[in-house]
C-alpha cells in the first residue's frame, strides 16, 4: 500500500509562490508516475501536472503552464510543485497522485491519493 502526504500549503498573495511537497511511503514509487490535481469549491477535480516514471517526461494543464513546475526526487519517492506567479483562480486544495502508467493521471485518475493540501491566493 502507498501513502502520499502532502504538505506546503498555505495563504499566499498574488503574484506569489508556493512550493508543495508530497512524501510517498510504503513503497518505492520508483515505478510510478506522480501527479498533482487540484479541486475548488463547487468545481470538480481537474489535473494540474504530471511527472513520468523516470522523471524525464512533465505535462501541464494549459492553466498553469509556464508558472508550474513539477519535479521529483529521493530515488523518485518525493514530488514537488514549484508554483509561482499564483493567480487567485489558482485557490483549490491540491492532492498529490500516484499511478503505474502515465496515462492513467493523464484521463484524469490515479492508483493512490493523498488528503490534499489548501493553496489560498489572495487578490
Known amino acids: 500500500q502507498v501513502q502520499l502526504v502532502e504538505s506546503g500549503g498555505g495563504l499566499v498573495q498574488a503574484g506569489g509562490s508556493l512550493r508543495l511537497s508530497c512524501a510517498a511511503s510504503?513503497?518505492?514509487?520508483?515505478?510510478?508516475?506522480m501527479g498533482w490535481f487540484r479541486q475548488a469549491p463547487e468545481k470538480e477535480r481537474e489535473f494540474v501536472a504530471e511527472?513520468?516514471?523516470?522523471?524525464?517526461?512533465?505535462w501541464y494543464a494549459d492553466s498553469v503552464k509556464g508558472r508550474f513546475t513539477i519535479s521529483r526526487a529521493g530515488a523518485r519517492n518525493t514530488a514537488f510543485l514549484q508554483m509561482s506567479s499564483l493567480k487567485p483562480e489558482d485557490t483549490a486544495v491540491y492532492y498529490c497522485?500516484?499511478?503505474?502508467?502515465?496515462?492513467?493521471?493523464?484521463?484524469?485518475?490515479?492508483?493512490?491519493w493523498g488528503q490534499g493540501t489548501q493553496v489560498t491566493v489572495s487578490s
Open positions: 510504503g513503497r518505492t514509487l520508483i515505478n510510478y508516475a
Open positions: 497522485a500516484a499511478a503505474s502508467t502515465e496515462s492513467t493521471i493523464l484521463s484524469g485518475t490515479s492508483d493512490y
Open positions: 511527472i513520468s516514471r523516470r522523471g524525464s517526461n512533465t
